[in-house]
Structures are given as C-alpha cells and as structure tokens.
C-alpha cells in the first residue's frame, strides 16, 4: 500500500479510530480533514448485513438529497416526438435517438441516461457499453419513465442513486466540503433514513453493519447510525 502524505497523516491525528462519532461530529472532522486545494466531495459509505447474491437483498435506488450533491450533472435523454421536446423544455444537455450510435462510437460526455420504456430495446442494446459503467437506465432508479419532465428535474436537483454492491456496501455522494455543515448533515441523515428503510425483510442480524463519511481525500470517520435505525 503506498504512503500516506505528510498532510493526510496530519488530518490523520484529528480522527480517533476507536471511535464512532455523531453525525454532527463527524461532519466537522470531515471539514477539518479535508487536505486537498479543490473543492472536495463528501461521501458516506455503508457497510450492510445483507446477501446481495439473494435477489430480495439487492438494495438499490435513488433519492432526491434535500440540499443536492453540489455537482451538475449532465443528463441524456433517449425519446422520441412529444417526449423529446419535453424533454429539452426539462432542462435536459442531451436529446434524441441518434445519441445510442454516438455512445456506440465512443461517446461519454453525459452523468444519467433516462430513457422512455419505448425506447428500451434500443437502448438495452447499449447493455454492455452503459452497465459497467453504471449508467443503463433502470426503472428501479426512476431513469426509464414516461415522466421526463420529472425526472431530468429531480436529477438536476441533486438525485443519488444507490446500489449495494458484492461485498454489501453502498457509496453516496452527500455534498461538497463547502456546504454549510447542517447541510451536509441533513444529507446523511436523509440517505442514511433511505437506507434504513429499504431493509429486506429476509436479512437477518445486524443491518447497517458500519457507517462512516470522507471527503475525496481524507480519512474515513466512524459514523455512530444507531439513532437512525428502528426497532
């Protein structure tokens, strides 16, 4: 593993490891360790008790973040006639059919695809250019829809989407470290609830496992959740 910078173990010093601390606590640490000279985006990650092999236990989602992520995202629709020029009318950076060729040749220059359900099986197509990236659009996500205007809203709102992954953690963007510290908070706590209650009713023991936030270049901070979870 290579070496930590003078500056991170510095930040390092602040953080007690032993420790979980309290939303508001660690979002403090959170700024006090943020070590970079740009603008650092905060995540939170979760560690939880569930068996993403299982089909029920397959967490995923999305969620419009009460103060937003900070970031514009950039997003694709894939319409067609009445639709299309809702889209456009949304606010939407991209519009039409012909962007499946474009993606085909090499093309990335957007965040969301949404697509409507007439269009999935072209877009299906794109399955093995879009999934691993994460970007196929999925009803679960709110992303295939005939409500385009709602979508490209909520997502230049500041959606998140979020999905367990094999290892049974999940990763959200909750901000900036230039947010107003209640704001970043009110985020976790909004993402965090989210979470809470998308607890499978097959999973057994201790759901939300860990819960720690970071900014893009500083240390991980323990994150005690247990005023979240209900019994």
Do not use: C
Not at 154 to 166: C, H, T
């Amino acid at each position: 593993m290579a070496k930590r910078g003078k500056k991170y173990q510095e930040a390092l010093k602040l953080v007690d490891r032993t420790k979980t601390y309290a939303a508001t606590e660690a979002i403090d640490l959170v700024k006090k360790t943020s070590i970079a000279n740009f603008d650092e985006s905060v995540e939170a990650a979760f560690r939880l008790g569930v068996d993403p092999k299982k089909a029920d236990q397959q967490i995923r989602g999305a969620m419009v973040l009460p103060h937003g992520t900070g970031k514009t995202q950039r997003v694709l629709v894939i319409a067609k006639g009445d639709k299309a020029t809702e889209a456009e009318n949304a606010g939407a950076d991209y519009v039409g059919e012909d962007y499946i060729n474009k993606i085909n040749q090499g093309w990335f220059e957007f965040d969301v695809v949404v697509a409507t359900p007439d269009m999935m099986a072209e877009v299906g197509k794109l399955g093995r250019t879009l999934g691993p990236k994460g970007l196929m659009p999925n009803p679960k996500t709110g992303t295939v829809t005939f409500e385009i205007e709602k979508a490209v809203q909520e997502i230049k709102a500041g959606k998140v989407e979020y999905r367990v992954d094999k290892s049974g953690n999940v990763h959200v963007p909750i901000g900036k470290v230039s947010f107003d510290e209640q704001k970043l908070v009110e985020n976790f706590e909004a993402i965090t609830e989210t979470l809470v209650k998308a607890k499978p009713q097959s999973s057994k023991g201790t759901y939300m496992r860990t819960v720690a936030v970071a900014s893009t270049m500083g240390p991980g901070i323990r994150v005690d959740a247990s005023n979240y979870i209900r019994k």
